[in-house]
Nanobody, 123 residues
Framework: QVQLVESGGGLVQAGDSLRLSCAAS????????MGWFRQAPGKDREFVAS????????SYADSVKGRFTISRDNAKNTVYLQMNSLKPEDTAVYYC????????????????WGQGTQVPVSS
């Protein structure tokens, strides 16, 4: 069992930067691939980024590539999402998730989820 708690969300303006954190507790965090997903009001949950267990492989949605960076610190049991040049269309609740094996873009592959943190981006 892995418990995930996101933090760092909040209201920002377009063009601002924000760093989300996801703290994990429970079973060996370093053994899990991690992902960030987001869900805007009235829309489906969508993939944002993923990272392998050792940080050696990352993947990004086209909509955030070049603006967002996922990273992890296994010594701190934490995964991060650095978000730069935020846009109003980035407004969503952001979730972190964990899965065995490699990172995946499909939310159904992830078995542990945090409660989410809201990121409203004003224009």
């Amino acid at each position: 069992q892995v418990q995930l708690v996101e933090s760092g969300g909040g209201l920002v303006q377009a063009g601002d930067s924000l760093r989300l954190s996801c703290a994990a507790s429970g079973r060996a965090f370093s053994g899990y691939a991690m992902g960030w997903f987001r869900q805007a009001p009235g829309k489906d949950r969508e993939f944002v980024a993923s990272i392998s267990w050792n940080g050696g492989r990352t993947s990004y949605a086209d909509s955030v590539k070049g603006r967002f960076t996922i990273s992890r610190d296994n010594a701190k049991n934490t995964v991060y999402l650095q978000m730069n040049s935020l846009k109003p269309e980035d407004t969503a609740v952001y979730y972190c998730a964990a899965r065995n094996g490699y990172g995946s873009t499909w939310y159904g592959d992830y078995i542990y989820w945090g409660q989410g943190t809201q990121v409203p981006v004003s224009s």
